[in-house]
Nanobody, 130 residues
């Protein structure tokens, strides 16, 4: 059984930093492309950042480029999202997700649709105050 558990969310002031992580059990992480998605109340789930199995390929939505950094440690079976200079519009529930490498890495494609991802964590809430 696969389980993904996010942690590190919380309340942070605009301009501050936060690092959230996702530890996955029940699979070999290097067999999966990974991604961070978020969903704010009343809004659709959207891709934030995605990373290829090796970490070489990354993709960020325009609104977080230069502020967020996605990384992974396959040996620790953990995915990270370093969030710097956060903004109120970053407030959302953040979910990590795993894609079983069914396709060659395509960050834009994967991050544009949650349907590519098979396993999801329970989410961690990130709230940014103005």
């Amino acid at each position: 059984q696969v389980q993904a558990v996010e942690s590190g969310g919380g309340l942070v002031q605009a301009g501050g930093s936060l690092n959230i992580s996702c530890t996955v059990s029940g699979l070999t992480l290097e067999d999966y492309h990974m991604g961070w998605f978020r969903q704010a109340p009343g809004k659709a789930r959207e891709g934030v950042a995605c990373i290829s199995w090796s970490g070489v390929g990354t993709y960020y939505r325009d609104s977080v480029k230069g502020r967020f950094t996605i990384s992974r440690d396959n040996a620790k079976s953990t995915l990270y999202l370093q969030m710097d200079n956060v903004k109120p519009e970053d407030t959302a529930m953040y979910y990590c997700a795993a894609e079983r490498e069914t396709q060659v890495w395509n960050g834009r494609q994967f991050c544009s649709s949650s349907s590519f991802f098979t396993y999801w964590g329970q989410g961690t809430q990130v709230t940014v105050s103005a």
